[in-house]
């Protein structure tokens, strides 16, 4: 992930380092300069394994402000685009959160309305949505991720597992 490389400098030294370090792939953010991104991803030579979007924390999904998740919605086309341009199969979206404001089921239903309105480009992109489980209070069991996945009915919506985030729920 290339939010977590502490080496000061432009994408290309960035990118640079991440070669250095042995790696093959690199996951850029959203929203970064398109075109400084694919010309370091050239050359370096790194794939871009996937985008991680870069606003589904602070415009989540869920957010009780149908302008903040229209907000959200705009972000995780922009990943999509993004990571169309540069060549990778799937971006890394956090699909919402749930706390004392936002129940449980809400953050839900409010969540797969709006990845639900991005389907359609994904499809077109071929360029997969994939939820993380994250430290977020939802998706507390694998069996509701995939149900919430499945309801999709879309090749190019699916899960990415991230082990270290299932600590707090075993």
Not at 80 to 97: H, T
Not at 116 to 142: C, G, Q, T, Y
């Amino acid at each position: 992930m290339l939010g977590t490389v502490g080496v000061k400098g432009s994408v290309l030294d960035k990118l640079k380092a991440v070669k250095a370090a042995g790696f093959a792939g690199v996951e850029p953010m959203s929203h970064s300069d398109r075109d400084e991104m694919r010309r370091a991803l050239d050359e370096t030579g790194l794939v871009c394994a996937s985008v991680c979007g870069a606003h589904h924390w602070s415009k989540p999904l869920s957010h009780p402000s149908e302008n903040v998740r229209k907000e959200g919605l705009d972000a995780l086309l922009h990943c999509l685009r993004d990571a169309k341009a540069y060549g990778a199969e799937s971006i890394l979206l956090v699909p919402g959160v749930c706390n004392d404001t936002i129940p449980y089921d809400v953050a839900m239903e409010r969540a797969f309305t709006e990845i639900n309105k991005a389907v359609p480009l994904a499809d077109e992109l071929k360029v997969a949505i994939s939820i993380e489980n994250v430290w977020n209070n939802m998706f507390l069991s694998p069996v509701e991720a995939a149900q919430f996945v499945d309801r999709f009915k879309s090749q190019y919506v699916g899960w990415h597992f991230d082990i270290g985030n299932i600590i707090n729920y075993g």
